[in-house]
Structures are given as C-alpha cells and as structure tokens.
C-alpha cells in the first residue's frame, strides 16, 4: 500500500485513531511540551520510505513558531472572546469560495493566503482545540473526508509528493483551550522552499486558493456529482 487512499473505509478510520491514542499517551509524558503527527509521501516530501506510514515525534522543547501561533489566538481571543480559527471558518462559510467540502462535523478548503499551492485545511466546524478529543463519529468522518481530498489531489497532481500536518494544541500550552483550534492541512509540493523564503520567512505561492478550490470541487464533482457545492 502506498497510500491512505488504497485503504478501506474501517482501516482508514484505525489509522486516525492510531493517532488519537498514541497523542493522549505523549500528552501524559512528563515533560513533554509539543507533539507533532505528520506524513510524508514520496522523495519531495522527505519521505525515505516508500510503503504508506506516518511519523508522530514528542519533544520537550516547543517550537517558537508554535509558540508564537498561540499568542497571537490567544490575543484575537482576548480581544474578541471568539476563537480566531472559528472566526475564520465564518469568513470562508460566507465566501463559499475557497470551500471544498463540508461534512455535518468537518470543512476542508483551501485557506485565505495558503502559504502553499493546492492547500488544504480540514478541521472542525464546531470549536475543538484537541484532535484527540473528537468523538469516534468525528474522527470516522475525518478518515473519510482526508481519504477523499487526498484522492482528488493524487488526481489532480499525479505523481506529486505530498504532506499532510495534524495541529493540535501542545501539551506546553495549557491556557489556550479556547483560543487554539486544532487542524489538519494537506499540500502537495508543487514548489520548493528556496533561498527568499529562507532568509524572509514568507512563503511565494503561485496559485489563487480560490482557483486551487475550483480545481478540487471540479475534481470531486467528476468524481460524484452530488458533491457540488453550492
């Protein structure tokens, strides 16, 4: 098997448990501040494996990256008492542009100013700052909704290495649930991190969200018809 989308819908919903279980054990680990669950898909995503697996890493340091995502929640929050990730699933429910897919739990779409072409998000419509706190209903839902979207964009770029992230909200970061809205996102890698994205720390993305998410709806409508949003 090399990819999640060869799998059947039982295994596919075992592997998102796997990660659920395996979270809640490193959460309870004294010292250990940030957890990472992660896939690599072919050689450009750093994968060195050919067969289908993910990676989780716990470690006791938290990344300052992270750590500066959380302050900025934690300030939207403060000012505005809504979660900023709430706020913006909001903005992408009324613009209809950027969605891809909406389930009765979950919504994936390409994000406002993705910082990397075909992007995608898959999170909760309803505040969760845990993944591994999702009931078994949810995360079933989720292993059919991540098996779709990575089934479109294997479609739409064949051949193409990918990644997805799984965000959830660190162990060292215990006074944010309110504030922290875990994620998923999923991105083929259709360009390369060079020498300006190093030095500047900002990302160059040749292709709209709003375009990427046409190409996706385009593709799960070919796919079955009674997807299309609207």
């Not at 959380?70 to 900023?84: D, E, I």
């Not at 779409?109 to 999702?134: G, K, W, Y």
Request: glycine letters at 4%; a positive charge.
């Amino acid at each position: 098997i090399r990819s999640i989308t060869e799998l059947d819908r039982s295994d596919a919903t075992l592997v998102f448990v796997a990660y659920r279980d395996r979270i809640r054990y490193w959460r309870n680990q004294p010292g250990v501040k940030y957890i990472s669950v992660f896939k690599n898909v072919g050689p450009q995503a750093g994968a060195s494996l050919s067969h289908c697996h993910s990676q989780l890493i716990a470690t006791s340091h938290l990344p300052s990256t992270v750590a500066g995502i959380a302050q900025t929640m934690s300030r939207h929050q403060a000012k505005t008492g809504c979660c900023l990730q709430c706020d913006l699933i909001r903005g992408e429910m009324k613009a209809k542009s950027r969605i891809i897919s909406k389930t009765d739990s979950l919504i994936a779409f390409c994000p406002f100013a993705s910082a990397l072409p075909m992007q995608v998000r898959i999170t909760t419509r309803r505040h969760t700052d845990c993944f591994e706190s999702l009931p078994l209903t949810t995360i079933e839902e989720l292993s059919t909704l991540v098996t779709r979207v990575t089934g479109w964009m294997e479609k739409l770029c064949p051949g193409t290495s990918y990644n997805y992230i799984l965000h959830t909200r660190p162990p060292g970061i215990k006074s944010a649930p309110e504030a922290l809205h875990w994620c998923l996102d999923l991105f083929p890698r259709l360009s390369r991190i060079a020498g300006f994205e190093l030095a500047s720390q900002s990302m160059i993305n040749s292709i709209l969200p709003e375009d990427a998410a046409e190409r996706y709806r385009q593709r799960a409508a070919a796919e079955d018809p009674r997807r299309v949003l609207t």
